[in-house]
């Protein structure tokens, strides 16, 4: 099974770069202009799970609760180490995660569309 998060946005190119660049995620495929949509997969190659952004002419209405978060365990200390430099380098804040549990076991952000991320190095 593979699994996929889909969420609409509405800056494509700004969540995708985003992405890219703090998570190190690769655009694993793109569609323009499917039904009035355009879309961008982002992930992990040879991993069984990714993120589809889409966008259309209707701008995204989604507000994000504390506790909707993505969490992600990087592979590697090398990994977790390379997404705290990029977190520094492009001055993403961290934040404080309502959940207890994340203030021990992972650090806390948001993506531009302010939805949040924790990355924790639990799975290392």
Known sequence: MI????RHT???????????????FEVLGSFKNHDNYDGVFLGKRNENWHLEFTQSNEASKAVFDDDDILVFYPNSQSEYD???ENLKKHQVPILEPKNPYWKANGICFEDCDRHKIIVSHLKI
């Open 10 to 24: 509405s800056n494509i190119e700004k969540l995708s770069h985003f992405y890219t660049s703090i998570l190190c």
């Open 82 to 84: 390379q997404i705290l």
């Open 3 to 6: 699994f996929r998060v889909a």
